[in-house]
């Protein structure tokens, strides 16, 4: 089937505002289901693209929107828990409505974004069971409503605009040390341009249904050697202290309090689990993975990071 209009949940994100470029950039007709379409206004760089205002824990709100649509992408997904946001709510209840509203709408396919390791029963925080939990819910309800559904589970995602690069670059800039929990967590950085690329590839490949794929970066790292790549690429020489288990975790008790939460318990928990790949499923997409050197250099530069905020 050719794929002409494609709604995406969470295409507002990182991950979606490179996606939708990707897709509207093709031809591919975009609508962009969110939650404060007027805080997003800058996406609709194409006539391609629209926005809408959608309630994602609605069914009846997604029925009505989804009409009409070839396919439906869920990108939505949280760090941290809130009073009103669960990680339940977030990652399972807001997937049976997805599921719900699209069939009742028709929507033969669904793309889901999960991440990797999320393990309903053994994963190591409740960010990562819940997120496996999801991704069970999209391909069991998703089958049994007749829908075709993939799902992908990446590594930590990096380029323009990522929250992780960037985020150290800027603990990087302020004064004095920098004390570095979970110094040893593993991760293998995937490249945005190739994750959305895995998204379109899919969307045109009918042997990816019912497949969940694992996506990893070419660079295996230490959060400690991330770090110190960052450094590198910025030319500061600064003192980084690589802090022991009992202060990683004294540090999320604390930084959990602190407005925009920037790291909790259950991040700690998360990054118990080396966010590594046993066998990188970009290949089998027929999809080399960009080194980190190829990409990140290009950002992090003062004048890139005042480039405009859709290109990759
Ligand atoms: N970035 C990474 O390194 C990474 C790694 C592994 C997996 N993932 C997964 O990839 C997906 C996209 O990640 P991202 O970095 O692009 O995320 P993001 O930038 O935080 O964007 C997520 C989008 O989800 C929507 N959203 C946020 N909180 C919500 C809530 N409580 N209820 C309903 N909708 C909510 C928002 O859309 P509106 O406000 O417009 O409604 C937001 O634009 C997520 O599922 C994430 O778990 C990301």
């Given at each position: 089937?050719?794929?002409?209009?494609?709604?995406?949940?969470?295409?507002?994100g990182?991950?979606?505002r490179?996606?939708?470029?990707?897709?509207?950039?093709?031809?591919?007709?975009?609508?962009?289901?969110?939650?404060?379409?007027?805080r997003?206004?800058?996406?609709?760089?194409?006539?391609?693209?629209?926005?809408?205002?959608?309630?994602?824990?609605?069914?009846?709100?997604?029925?009505?929107?989804?009409?009409?649509?070839?396919?439906?992408?869920?990108?939505?997904?949280?760090?941290?828990?809130?009073?009103?946001?669960?990680?339940?709510?977030?990652?399972?209840?807001?997937v049976?409505?997805?599921?719900?509203?699209?069939?009742?709408?028709?929507?033969?396919?669904?793309?889901?974004?999960?991440a990797?390791?999320?393990?309903?029963?053994?994963?190591?925080?409740?960010?990562l069971?819940?997120?496996?939990?999801?991704?069970?819910?999209?391909?069991?309800?998703?089958?049994?409503?007749?829908?075709?559904?993939?799902?992908?589970?990446?590594?930590?995602?990096?380029?323009?605009?990522?929250?992780?690069?960037?985020?150290?670059?800027?603990?990087?800039?302020?004064?004095?040390?920098?004390?570095?929990a979970?110094?040893?967590?593993?991760?293998?950085?995937?490249?945005?341009?190739?994750?959305v690329?895995?998204?379109?590839?899919?969307?045109?490949?009918a042997?990816?249904?019912?497949?969940?794929?694992?996506?990893?970066?070419?660079?295996?790292?230490?959060?400690?050697?991330?770090?110190?790549?960052?450094?590198?690429?910025?030319?500061?020489d600064?003192?980084?202290?690589?802090?022991p288990?009992?202060?990683?975790?004294?540090?999320?008790?604390?930084?959990?309090?602190v407005?925009?939460?920037?790291?909790?318990?259950?991040?700690?928990?998360?990054?118990?689990?080396?966010?590594?790949?046993?066998?990188?499923?970009?290949?089998?997409?027929?999809?080399?993975?960009?080194?980190?050197?190829?990409?990140?250099?290009?950002?992090?530069?003062?004048?890139?990071?005042k480039?405009?905020?859709?290109?990759?």
């Open positions: 089937m050719r794929i002409q209009r494609v709604a995406l949940l969470g295409g507002t990182f991950v979606g490179h996606l939708v470029n990707r897709l509207a950039g093709r031809g591919i007709s975009c609508l962009v289901l969110t939650r404060r379409p007027h997003h206004r800058e996406l609709k760089t194409s006539p391609h693209v629209t926005l809408r205002q959608v309630d994602p824990y609605d069914r009846n709100s997604l029925a009505a929107a989804l009409r009409g649509c070839d396919a439906v992408i869920n990108l939505v997904g949280i760090l941290n828990a809130s009073r009103r946001h669960s990680f339940n709510r977030a990652h399972v209840q807001l049976e409505a997805l599921v719900a509203g699209a069939s009742a709408a028709k929507v033969p396919r669904l793309l889901h974004m999960s990797l390791h999320a393990d309903e029963i053994d994963g190591s925080s409740v960010y069971r819940s997120k496996g939990m999801g991704e069970n819910v999209a391909h069991n309800l998703g089958r049994a409503a007749g829908m075709a559904v993939t799902s992908f589970r990446p590594s930590v995602i990096f380029g323009r605009d990522d929250s992780f690069i960037n985020r150290f670059a800027s603990l990087l800039k302020l004064p004095g040390p920098l004390p570095l979970c110094p040893k967590a593993r991760f293998a950085p995937v490249f945005v341009g190739d994750v690329a895995a998204f379109e590839h899919a969307l045109q490949d042997d990816t249904i019912g497949r969940r794929y694992d996506l990893c970066g070419l660079d295996e790292l230490t959060l400690a050697g991330i770090v110190a790549y960052v450094a590198g690429q910025l030319q500061r600064k003192l980084i202290i690589p802090l288990d009992w202060a990683s975790r004294l540090q999320a008790r604390l930084l959990q309090f407005p925009g939460k920037p790291f909790t318990p259950d991040n700690y928990l998360s990054l118990q689990t080396p966010s590594v790949c046993a066998c990188n499923q970009l290949e089998e997409l027929g999809l080399d993975p960009t080194p980190m050197d190829a990409v990140v250099p290009g950002y992090l530069a003062p004048r890139a990071l480039g405009p905020r859709n290109q990759i």
